[in-house]
Protein backbone atom coordinates (compact mmCIF):
# COMPACT_ATOMS: atom_id res chain seq x y z
CA UNK A 1 0.00 0.00 0.00
CA UNK A 2 1.30 3.30 -0.87
CA UNK A 3 0.74 6.81 1.23
CA UNK A 4 -0.09 9.61 -1.08
CA UNK A 5 0.47 13.40 0.01
CA UNK A 6 -2.80 15.04 1.59
CA UNK A 7 -3.36 16.88 -1.41
CA UNK A 8 -6.03 18.46 0.58
CA UNK A 9 -4.38 20.11 2.68
CA UNK A 10 -1.48 21.20 0.68
CA UNK A 11 -3.90 23.12 -1.81
CA UNK A 12 -5.81 25.02 1.10
CA UNK A 13 -2.21 26.28 2.31
CA UNK A 14 -0.88 27.19 -0.97
CA UNK A 15 -4.57 28.98 -1.00
CA UNK A 16 -4.34 30.42 2.64
CA UNK A 17 -0.77 31.48 1.91
CA UNK A 18 -0.19 32.29 -1.88
CA UNK A 19 -3.50 32.75 -3.66
CA UNK A 20 -6.93 33.63 -1.47
CA UNK A 21 -8.25 35.23 -4.32
CA UNK A 22 -8.59 32.22 -6.16
CA UNK A 23 -10.24 29.98 -3.12
CA UNK A 24 -13.95 30.24 -4.23
CA UNK A 25 -12.93 28.64 -7.66
CA UNK A 26 -11.82 26.08 -5.92
CA UNK A 27 -13.84 24.93 -2.85
CA UNK A 28 -16.03 23.15 -4.83
CA UNK A 29 -13.50 20.45 -5.50
CA UNK A 30 -11.53 20.72 -2.02
CA UNK A 31 -15.20 19.95 -0.56
CA UNK A 32 -15.19 16.44 -1.91
CA UNK A 33 -14.46 13.35 0.66
CA UNK A 34 -11.89 12.04 -1.54
CA UNK A 35 -10.24 14.24 -4.11
CA UNK A 36 -9.38 12.02 -7.64
CA UNK A 37 -6.17 12.31 -9.44
CA UNK A 38 -8.50 14.67 -12.22
CA UNK A 39 -9.47 16.39 -9.66
CA UNK A 40 -5.59 17.70 -8.71
CA UNK A 41 -5.14 18.03 -12.08
CA UNK A 42 -8.25 20.55 -11.90
CA UNK A 43 -7.32 22.74 -9.17
CA UNK A 44 -3.40 22.59 -9.87
CA UNK A 45 -4.75 24.68 -13.19
CA UNK A 46 -6.94 26.92 -11.33
CA UNK A 47 -4.49 27.80 -9.24
CA UNK A 48 -1.42 28.18 -11.03
CA UNK A 49 -3.05 29.13 -14.44
CA UNK A 50 -0.48 30.83 -16.09
CA UNK A 51 1.08 28.87 -18.74
CA UNK A 52 4.85 28.78 -19.30
CA UNK A 53 5.69 26.85 -22.18
CA UNK A 54 8.62 25.47 -20.32
CA UNK A 55 7.18 24.73 -17.11
CA UNK A 56 4.11 23.36 -19.25
CA UNK A 57 6.09 20.72 -20.60
CA UNK A 58 8.47 19.89 -17.81
CA UNK A 59 5.18 19.21 -15.82
CA UNK A 60 4.06 16.77 -18.81
CA UNK A 61 6.24 14.34 -18.44
CA UNK A 62 5.75 13.87 -15.10
CA UNK A 63 1.68 13.16 -14.98
CA UNK A 64 0.76 9.60 -13.97
CA UNK A 65 -2.61 7.96 -13.61
CA UNK A 66 -4.20 6.17 -11.15
CA UNK A 67 -6.20 3.02 -12.67
CA UNK A 68 -9.48 4.91 -11.22
CA UNK A 69 -8.74 8.33 -13.32
CA UNK A 70 -7.68 6.45 -16.24
CA UNK A 71 -11.22 4.70 -16.25
CA UNK A 72 -13.19 7.66 -15.46
CA UNK A 73 -11.26 9.66 -18.31
CA UNK A 74 -12.44 6.34 -20.93
CA UNK A 75 -15.80 6.90 -19.18
CA UNK A 76 -15.74 10.24 -20.23
CA UNK A 77 -14.96 9.60 -23.67
CA UNK A 78 -17.92 7.22 -24.56
CA UNK A 79 -20.42 9.41 -22.38
CA UNK A 80 -19.81 12.52 -24.69
CA UNK A 81 -18.79 10.62 -27.70
CA UNK A 82 -15.49 11.34 -28.54
CA UNK A 83 -13.18 10.11 -30.66
CA UNK A 84 -9.67 9.88 -29.28
CA UNK A 85 -8.15 13.20 -30.23
CA UNK A 86 -10.98 14.92 -28.86
CA UNK A 87 -10.19 13.22 -25.41
CA UNK A 88 -6.59 13.59 -25.61
CA UNK A 89 -6.52 17.31 -26.21
CA UNK A 90 -9.28 18.11 -23.51
CA UNK A 91 -6.90 16.48 -20.87
CA UNK A 92 -3.86 17.63 -22.47
CA UNK A 93 -2.45 13.76 -23.35
CA UNK A 94 -1.18 12.05 -26.64
CA UNK A 95 -3.77 10.85 -28.80
CA UNK A 96 -1.23 7.46 -28.69
CA UNK A 97 -1.97 7.20 -24.48
CA UNK A 98 -5.51 7.49 -25.18
CA UNK A 99 -5.53 4.39 -27.55
CA UNK A 100 -3.05 2.33 -25.20
CA UNK A 101 -5.65 3.19 -22.27
CA UNK A 102 -8.18 1.95 -24.12
CA UNK A 103 -6.42 -1.49 -25.61
CA UNK A 104 -5.34 -2.37 -21.63
CA UNK A 105 -8.09 -1.63 -20.02
CA UNK A 106 -10.87 -1.50 -22.06
CA UNK A 107 -10.14 -4.81 -24.60
CA UNK A 108 -8.79 -6.65 -21.01
CA UNK A 109 -12.50 -6.38 -19.57
CA UNK A 110 -14.30 -7.22 -22.67
CA UNK A 111 -11.80 -10.42 -22.57
CA UNK A 112 -12.72 -11.26 -18.78
CA UNK A 113 -16.33 -11.19 -20.01
CA UNK A 114 -16.56 -13.74 -22.76
Known amino acids: ?13 VLKFKFPEKTPYCQSILKKEK ?5 VVKINAIIF ?3 NENTFAQNQKHKSYDLPTILEILDYQKK ?5 SQVAKNFK ?3 N ?15 KEI
Not at 3 to 10: A, D, E, G, L, T
Not at 35 to 39: F, H, I, K, M
Open 97 to 111: TVAKWKNMFLVQQSK
Open 1 to 13: MTKQPNYRKIYED
Open 49 to 51: SKK
Open 80 to 84: HKLNN
Open 35 to 39: LSTLD
Open 93 to 95: LSR
